[in-house]
């Protein structure tokens, strides 16, 4: 009788498991009971399986292109002569040219880019370095890596409240922005920096490479010029 019962709850075990053996009756061999055991957890894995990929897909796709960019390292800077360092960060910044930079940090953080310029990490690596006077009126840092476009890393400043009134005062109206100051200036080199500067009116101080050449490009025009030094 004992026995019949055991059978008939195995049979109750495998219909509500769906057809699927769970375990056996008593008295089943210690290789039985793995063998049942293996079973289950291939059953369980092939039932989930097509669930799991549903939910995990998503995400894997939207973690994979920062993943992937920040697995590409921005490139290393001179070693040596200064000819040797204009030549790596005009290098770099031709990886990434600055128009296609500003689109990419102000993409990430709206608002007016006051300077953007390649420059060294603490890693030795050059990357695109922002001050963006934000839509919020705070100041941004944001940086941008010139091997693939992601961004590295962004935060707001504290203090440079004399950048910020300077944006704030400058760009305004139709005044001429950094995108334009670049596209303008690369005519003369590849562009490694754009930063605004207060004198004249205001004006785009540019710096073209890999010849180390200053360039100044007013508020009002995309008129590129030699930077006079005083």
Not at 19 to 43: E, F, Y
Not at 135 to 160: C, F, M, W, Y
Not at 195 to 200: H, Q, S, V
Request: aromatic share 2%.
């Amino acid at each position: 009788m004992r026995r019949t019962s055991s059978v008939l709850g195995a049979v109750t075990i495998v219909v509500l498991a769906g057809g699927t053996l769970v375990g056996c009756g008593d008295g089943g061999s210690s290789d039985g009971g793995g063998s049942a055991s293996r079973t289950s957890s291939g059953a369980s894995a092939a039932t989930t399986s097509p669930g799991s990929a549903a939910a995990t897909s998503p995400a894997s796709t939207s973690a994979s292109p920062s993943s992937g960019a920040s697995a590409t390292l921005p490139p290393k800077k001179g070693t040596g002569s200064d000819a040797d360092e204009h030549r790596a960060e005009a290098k770099a910044a031709a990886m990434l040219p600055a128009p296609e930079a500003i689109g990419k940090a102000l993409a990430h953080a709206p608002g007016k880019v006051l300077s953007a310029e390649i420059d060294d990490n603490a890693q030795d690596r050059l990357i695109w370095e922002f001050e963006i006077l934000a839509k919020d009126g705070t100041l941004r840092a944001v940086d941008v890596n010139p091997a693939g476009g992601a961004i590295l890393s962004s935060h707001q400043e504290r203090g440079e409240s004399d950048d910020l009134a300077r944006g704030k005062r400058l760009l305004t109206g139709g005044a001429t922005d950094a995108a334009a100051a670049a596209k303008a200036a690369a005519a003369k080199g590849t562009v490694v920096s754009v930063k605004l500067k207060p004198e004249n009116g205001g004006h785009w101080s540019v710096e073209t490479g890999p010849g180390d050449r200053d360039w100044s490009v007013p508020l009002d025009s995309v008129k590129v010029s030699p930077e006079r030094h005083d």
